[in-house]
């Protein structure tokens, strides 16, 4: 049987008095309420009675006259009280000190304001633009927002002029991440109130460096007040701590800061709890990042973090909701940007005139990354921001500003590649002395300034050259990735290779469809009879692809007659091309009107015996599956074209050098990452994924490419040499019997003798501006150039035209 009006008011009674509020006051505001839902209990019911809570919120702040605002929140302070308001006067501070004496008494719980806005009105433009009845909770008759949290979300002006950005949500509960009022539940009262008398001690705790001018207790809700910058030489792992449940556990904060000058040691875990900072470190570099964790052990075993779409859709949702935001073309990505943007516009003005205009270059993108790969992306894409999300339960949206952006002499800036001499100088150190002067090992000056608040501003970037240095190293570039060590050398002592994160393995970035299982591998696309070394034995079924022959020699060399027939592919583009009816790069491009495909190389694959094979690791199959294996050093090439790779060993001809490994990327995302690397003047270092879009009509997902600019390994230092370049790319098959996803393998063409630089051709038509690898002026050397073709063509033509 239904329980009754009675039972049903008595239950929400007992729900509120968990929260401090009389019955009284329940009973009064929830007649209104089901006046206003024409006596349907459901929607008061649901969510705990939040929608109960949030009326009679709603009810006393209409009732407090502004006047007694103040006092209330003071009043609500003393009590523990975390919801209550904030105030940056210093009495009241004394008065917050006080309480902590106090016994906690249960108080009706108050939502969150921030310093300075105890007489604005809850909701933020509120007062600037009134919402309709039908979308805002009003106790007149209007219907509340059903269960939906709010967040106090608000862009203000400090005293300084600063403008302040913060969006606070309240300890969240089961599931639900990010509620702006307390959710009205007696779980939640608890929880309340555990954070409460975990505040009991010293509102601020002596080892937690505070802003100099935040208000002790308002750090526990307002902002992070200690914040973990990443060591210089472990920027990756600051990534890795977002991933770690937050001190602030129970919040999710989204902050944009900057961090350097407090340290790791300034935060203390508050119970037995994992935690870590409510990260909103910047990384030593000067990246800006904003960054959001939730604590997964306050959530408990069976919290999950909402997918990323989930997350954005909703968080559209709401604010279109909840801010009466008309414009189709708001995105929360966007929003993101915006607030970077703001950051940087107000950093301070330094006296370098070439930064101008480059102030305010941000770039947000969100992507959702692997654990694998949950690292802070920097190097040629530091524009490509993380939205990561990590297994344990917490969220890190990182958005981090251009480097150069804000320090466009920095020596990490990526080489723009239309300007080659750019290119060269972004490694010079002495572009980066005016940063470094005389702070060599110095710690970096408080960036917090008195009147920032919880909004850091960067300040002009101070890099120590070992900073600078540290960020790859010298002896082995690739962190141990791989079998072998790979070493940087530049010739003066001012050139740093620029940071990237070294991988081995291609990675997904996204919206690639890489699809590995065995059962995909049939019969005829492995060998599992086979024993030992398949190369030494008659021809199995790998080698069925190169036409019943290993294109492998016993002794792990590309065979000659193979290696010749895929060069010739490569130096003879145009007898080798073939037309996609719908091409996949075109379609990326989501014009109205499709352009014809330009052609794509078909080229000879090559296909690895593997792991559903019956073979061993060391058949001579398996070449390009064991790694790199000789001596390569990373340098800095002296004629403007930035580092290159070269040997430090004589190579034969057709010998398996590296293959060129980047995160996985669909043509889409490409395209995508593409035009927000065009407006902040960076580039991608894609390859395509080509050599099959002739079978069919290939799928958004499956059309790959690779991206080795943020994440990669020692192939994107290779430099382009067109048509006699030393080194020759083959498609290999290994995992993958599909065609669409396989690795771009790099070998000999000839012989090449120690110290000489590796080149390959990459392919480029200089004619083509829509290329998806951004085209440079190109200085190769080789007496084949393209492109030299094409200056001498343009001077001619000019010459003509004048
Ligand atoms: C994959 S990266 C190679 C590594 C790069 N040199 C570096 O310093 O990181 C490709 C970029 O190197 C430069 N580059 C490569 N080959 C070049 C060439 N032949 N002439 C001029 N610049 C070249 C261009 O800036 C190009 O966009």
Redesign the pocket.
């Known amino acids: 049987m239904a329980p009754s009006q009675k039972e049903r008011a008595l239950a929400a009674c007992r729900a509120m008095s968990s929260l401090g509020i009389d019955d009284s006051k329940v009973k009064s505001v929830l007649k209104k309420l089901l006046k206003v839902y024409d006596k349907n209990w459901e929607p008061i019911e649901a969510e705990n009675y939040r929608v109960l809570a949030d009326a009679i919120f709603e009810d006393d702040d209409n009732m407090v006259p502004e006047s007694k605002k103040k006092t209330q929140a003071v009043n609500a302070h003393n009590t523990h009280n975390p919801l209550a308001s904030f105030s940056n006067n210093q009495e009241e501070e004394t008065e917050c000190e006080e309480a902590q004496m106090h016994i906690e008494t249960p108080q009706p719980l108050k939502r969150l304001r921030l310093r300075g806005q105890e007489s604005q009105p809850l909701h933020p433009l509120a007062d600037s633009v009134p919402s309709p009845p039908s979308k805002r909770f009003k106790l007149d008759g209007a219907l509340p927002q059903g269960g939906s949290a709010k967040k106090s979300q608000n862009k203000t002006v400090s005293s300084s002029g600063n403008p302040r950005i913060e969006v606070h949500s309240l300890p969240p509960q089961d599931g639900i991440v990010d509620k702006g009022k307390q959710p009205a539940s007696p779980q939640f009262s608890h929880r309340g109130r555990r954070i409460a008398s975990e505040r009991l001690s010293p509102c601020k705790p002596s080892n937690l460096i505070i802003p100099k001018d935040e208000p002790i207790d308002e750090s526990d809700y307002e902002m992070p007040i200690a914040m973990i910058p990443p060591e210089p030489s472990s920027i990756r792992d600051s990534s890795m701590k977002n991933g770690v449940a937050g001190k602030h556990g129970g919040y999710v904060t989204v902050s944009p800061s900057q961090s350097r000058g407090v340290r790791d040691k300034d935060v203390t875990p508050t119970s037995n709890e994992e935690t870590c900072n409510v990260e909103i470190a910047s990384s030593t570099l000067g990246e800006i990042k904003l960054s959001m964790s939730c604590s997964s052990a306050r959530q408990g075993s069976n919290f999950h973090m909402p997918s990323r779409d989930q997350l954005l859709e909703m968080m559209e949702d709401k604010c279109l909701r909840s801010y009466k935001i008309t414009d189709p073309n708001f995105s929360v990505v966007k929003l993101l940007r915006d607030i970077c943007d703001c950051v940087l516009e107000f950093r301070p003005n330094t006296n370098d005139d070439s930064q101008e205009g480059s102030m305010t270059r941000s770039g947000v993108d969100v992507s959702k990354e692997s654990q694998a790969h949950s690292t802070l992306s920097v190097g040629?894409n530091k524009d490509l921001d993380v939205f990561k999300e990590s297994s344990n339960g917490s969220i890190n949206v990182n958005t981090s500003a251009a480097l150069d952006s804000l320090s466009p002499r920095s020596p990490f800036s990526h080489?723009h590649?239309s300007d080659?001499d750019d290119?060269v100088m972004i490694s010079k150190i002495d572009r980066t002395n005016e940063c470094l002067q005389s702070n060599d090992r110095k710690e970096l000056e408080d960036p917090i300034s008195p009147n920032s608040h919880s909004l850091v501003v960067v300040p002009q970037h101070k890099l120590t050259v070992d900073d600078i240095r540290s960020f790859h190293d010298v002896n082995d570039l690739t962190k141990g990735e791989e079998n072998v060590q790979i070493s940087w050398v530049s010739e003066t002592t001012n050139d740093f290779v620029?940071p990237f994160n070294y991988i081995s393995q291609n990675l997904v970035f996204q919206d690639a469809y890489v699809n590995i299982s065995l059962s995909r591998i049939g019969g005829e696309d492995c060998c599992f009879t086979c024993m030992g070394n398949c190369v030494l034995s008659t021809p199995c079924a790998c080698a069925s692809k190169t036409g019943g022959q290993f294109a492998y020699s016993s002794e792990g060399l590309l065979k000659e007659e193979f290696l010749e027939e895929c060069m010739s592919v490569c130096r003879n583009p145009q007898q080798n091309f073939f037309y996609c009816k719908n091409c996949p790069l075109e379609r990326s491009k989501n014009d109205s009107c499709l352009e014809p495909c330009k052609g794509h190389l078909k080229r000879k694959f090559i296909k690895e015996c593997w792991s559903k094979c019956g073979c061993g690791k060391q058949c001579g199959n398996r070449v390009i599956q064991r790694g790199i294996t000789c001596k390569l050093q990373v340098f800095f090439?002296s004629?403007?074209?930035?580092?290159?790779l070269r040997t430090l060993e004589d190579l034969p001809k057709g010998a398996f050098v590296c293959e060129f490994v980047g995160e996985i990327l669909s043509i889409k995302e490409l395209h995508e990452r593409n035009m927000i690397c065009t407006r902040n003047g960076k580039?991608t270092?894609p390859v395509l994924l080509d050599a099959n879009w002739d079978s069919g009509n290939v799928k958004d997902e499956e059309a790959l490419c690779l991206d080795?600019a943020s994440f990669g390994n020692v192939a994107?230092?290779?430099?382009?040499?067109c048509f006699d370049s030393n080194l020759v790319e083959i498609p290999v098959e290994v995992e993958d019997p599909g065609h669409y996803y396989y690795h771009f393998a790099l070998f000999t063409s000839r012989k090449i003798a120690a110290q000489e630089e590796l080149?390959w051709d990459?392919g480029i038509d200089f004619d083509d501006n829509d290329h998806p690898?951004?085209l440079?002026?190109?200085?190769?050397g080789s007496k084949f150039c393209r492109n030299m073709k094409r200056s001498n063509r343009s001077i001619r033509s000019a010459s003509i035209a004048g």
């Open positions: 040629g080489p590649l080659l290119a620029p090439a004629e403007g074209k930035g580092w290159g580039c270092y080795a994107r230092f290779i430099n382009h040499r080149t990459y690898v951004k440079f002026q190109c200085r190769c």
